[in-house]
């Protein structure tokens, strides 16, 4: 079972093979009938097609799909807050943490990041957590860490997956433990949408950076030995020289 993606696409192959039995199974009972009422009467030879027929309605009353619940929607145009503030104030490649990760197994654990991946059609910013046939072990790994959020090891381990922006609905705030401050990667408030009751916090790293400041004062070092005298401190060129009463 370990090796099986999706259960629901394999549940469609083991219908199908089901389907293949019953329908020989089918045939098995009215050739059976024949060979036993076929040599009789009329009504006799037209008795040897009720048990197939019987047989066949009882599987399509067995198989006849129950109706499913369907949960209405948001239309996509409507003015969300919290929503601008993604569209307009992110990057288009920030990853985003929606809370809280589902911890159960149910497709009802998930109704709420379902909501969250349909509103991705809006800002189409990359989320780190969602919901699909299957999870990889990495993601498990990250649900499992993500129980003790607002700990110092969750923190971290959604810095690890590239994650910029966590988006935390006010009931997951109040039951939540206050964060560590002297965590490696804190939370940093960035926007609070009172009207959905949620808010926005950014991550902030440790102060370990992809460029160090050695290579950015080389690098300043440079720009001021290649630049033209007359744009440095002497004030030969630029406004000093255009604008006369600056």
Same mark, same amino acid.
């Given at each position: 079972?370990?090796?099986?993606?999706?259960?629901?696409?394999?549940?469609? $192959?083991?219908?199908?093979? &089901? @389907?293949?039995?019953?329908?020989?199974?089918?045939?098995? &009972?009215?050739?059976?009938?024949?060979?036993?009422?076929?040599?009789?009467?009329?009504?006799?030879?037209?008795?040897?097609?009720?048990?197939?027929?019987?047989?066949?309605?009882?599987?399509?009353?067995?198989?006849?799909?129950?109706?499913?619940?369907? +949960?209405?929607?948001?239309?996509?145009?409507?003015?969300?807050?919290?929503?601008?503030?993604?569209?307009?104030?992110? @990057?288009?490649?920030? &990853?985003?943490?929606?809370?809280?990760?589902?911890?159960?197994?149910?497709?009802?654990?998930?109704?709420?990041?379902? +909501?969250?991946?349909?509103? +991705?059609?809006?800002?189409?910013?990359?989320?780190?957590?969602?919901?699909?046939?299957? $999870?990889?072990?990495?993601?498990?790994?990250? /649900?499992? /860490?993500?129980?003790?959020?607002?700990? @110092?090891?969750?923190?971290?381990?959604?810095?690890?997956?590239?994650?910029?922006?966590c988006i935390v609905p006010k009931f997951v705030i109040e039951?939540?433990?206050?964060?560590?401050?002297?965590?490696?990667?804190?939370? @940093?408030?960035?926007?609070?949408?009172?009207?959905?009751?949620?808010?926005?916090?950014?991550?902030?790293?440790?102060?370990?950076?992809? &460029?160090?400041?050695?290579?950015?004062?080389?690098?300043?070092?440079? /720009?001021?030995?290649?630049?033209?005298?007359?744009?440095?401190?002497?004030?030969?060129?630029?406004?000093?020289?255009?604008?006369?009463?600056c």
């Amino acid at each position: 079972l370990g090796q099986i993606r999706n259960f629901f696409r394999f549940a469609l $192959f083991a219908q199908l093979a &089901v @389907a293949l039995l019953a329908a020989g199974a089918l045939h098995g &009972v009215l050739e059976a009938s024949r060979r036993r009422f076929g040599n009789g009467p009329g009504m006799q030879r037209a008795a040897a097609f009720v048990p197939a027929a019987v047989l066949a309605l009882l599987a399509v009353f067995e198989m006849r799909p129950a109706p499913g619940p369907i +949960q209405p929607l948001p239309p996509p145009e409507r003015e969300l807050p919290w929503l601008t503030f993604i569209e307009e104030e992110t @990057a288009v490649d920030d &990853v985003l943490a929606f809370l809280p990760f589902p911890q159960g197994r149910k497709t009802a654990d998930y109704a709420g990041t379902s +909501q969250w991946m349909y509103w +991705q059609q809006r800002h189409w910013r990359p989320m780190v957590n969602g919901y699909s046939g299957f $999870f990889p072990s990495r993601f498990k790994a990250l /649900t499992e /860490t993500m129980k003790d959020f607002p700990s @110092a090891q969750s923190l971290a381990a959604l810095k690890d997956a590239g994650v910029r922006y966590c988006i935390v609905p006010k009931f997951v705030i109040e039951a939540s433990p206050p964060p560590d401050p002297d965590a490696a990667v804190t939370l @940093a408030l960035v926007f609070r949408d009172e009207e959905n009751e949620l808010a926005i916090f950014a991550l902030r790293g440790d102060g370990d950076h992809i &460029v160090s400041l050695d290579a950015c004062i080389n690098t300043m070092r440079e /720009t001021g030995r290649d630049m033209s005298e007359r744009y440095k401190e002497t004030s030969l060129g630029g406004l000093a020289v255009n604008v006369a009463n600056c």
